[in-house]
């Protein structure tokens, strides 16, 4: 049976949780909109979570259960690297690291018409969106904002992708900025686009840049703030010495 969530929303954020524990109780939280993220559901006025993890919380109002899984399970409105796997007449279908493909409509771009159709090819890197995610249907993917710009989505080239862990990922984007990349971005010039589905894109003007940030990026995760930046300093050493 799921515990009784006491005290204020705020006193659970950053421990830790088991599937069953009410994080968060509706009625004590009035007029306020939360949004959930993965881990969580609600169950009439209260939130539970539904994996073991660290409950997170960001700014205004979004909550979820951070785990260290390899396995992404896909939410509405997280931004995800996708992997072109086919193409069909009406939709890309897309690998995002999800129990299942998803799909993404040949319309769902700006400005995206019958006669300007985007054409990619198998094993195109592309950065989306979730629109759309319910248990046992293919999840839905967007190139475009809520508000219908491009933005940052699309097509991804050159650079190096790899994959890491979706709790990593998570910490890639937290806020505020990310030690590892915050000292990175104080020493040399990069690119980044991170998935919550645990796939980072990198790219810089050099492959030993590249290498580099990257390298920086896959050994953050058990380290602190201070490590974290102890390690990048070490790192742009080497390739002050390598240059």
């Known amino acids: 049976m799921a515990e009784k969530a006491s005290g204020s929303p705020a006193s659970f954020v950053d421990q830790s949780v088991v599937p069953g524990d009410v994080v968060l109780d509706l009625t004590s939280m009035a007029n306020?909109?939360?949004k959930l993220g993965g881990g969580l559901r609600q169950d009439c006025d209260a939130i539970a979570a539904m994996k073991a993890g660290t409950l997170k919380f960001s700014k205004p109002n979004k909550y979820w259960v951070e785990t260290s899984q390899k396995r992404?399970?896909?939410?509405?409105?997280?931004?995800?690297?996708?992997?072109?796997?086919?193409?069909?007449?009406?939709?890309?279908?897309?690998?995002?690291?999800?129990?299942?493909?998803?799909?993404?409509?040949?319309?769902?771009?700006?400005?995206?018409?019958?006669?300007?159709?985007?054409?990619?090819?198998?094993?195109?890197?592309?950065?989306?969106?979730?629109?759309?995610?319910?248990?046992?249907?293919?999840?839905?993917?967007?190139?475009?904002?809520?508000?219908?710009?491009?933005?940052?989505y699309g097509p991804l080239k050159d650079g190096y992708m790899f994959e890491c862990s979706t709790g990593l990922s998570r910490m890639l984007l937290s806020s505020p900025r990310c030690p590892?990349?915050?000292?990175?971005?104080?020493?040399?010039?990069?690119?980044?686009?991170?998935?919550?589905?645990?796939?980072?894109?990198?790219?810089?003007?050099?492959?030993?840049?590249?290498?580099?940030?990257?390298?920086?990026?896959?050994?953050?995760?058990?380290?602190?703030?201070?490590?974290?930046r102890i390690m990048v300093d070490k790192l742009i050493q080497n390739l002050k010495l390598s240059s």
Do not use: H
């Open 32 to 34: 306020q909109t939360i």
């Open 72 to 152: 992404y399970v896909p939410c509405a409105g997280d931004s995800v690297l996708g992997i072109v796997a086919d193409s069909k007449a009406d939709n890309f279908l897309v690998d995002i690291k999800g129990p299942t493909i998803a799909f993404l409509p040949v319309l769902a771009f700006e400005g995206g018409t019958r006669r300007n159709i985007p054409k990619f090819e198998v094993g195109t890197l592309l950065y989306v969106r979730v629109v759309k995610a319910n248990p046992g249907m293919n999840p839905e993917l967007s190139c475009i904002d809520a508000s219908g710009k491009a933005a940052e």
């Open 180 to 228: 590892v990349l915050e000292a990175l971005g104080k020493n040399i010039s990069f690119e980044t686009a991170i998935g919550l589905n645990g796939r980072v894109w990198v790219n810089a003007g050099s492959p030993s840049t590249v290498i580099v940030v990257a390298n920086a990026i896959m050994n953050a995760e058990s380290l602190s703030g201070v490590q974290q």
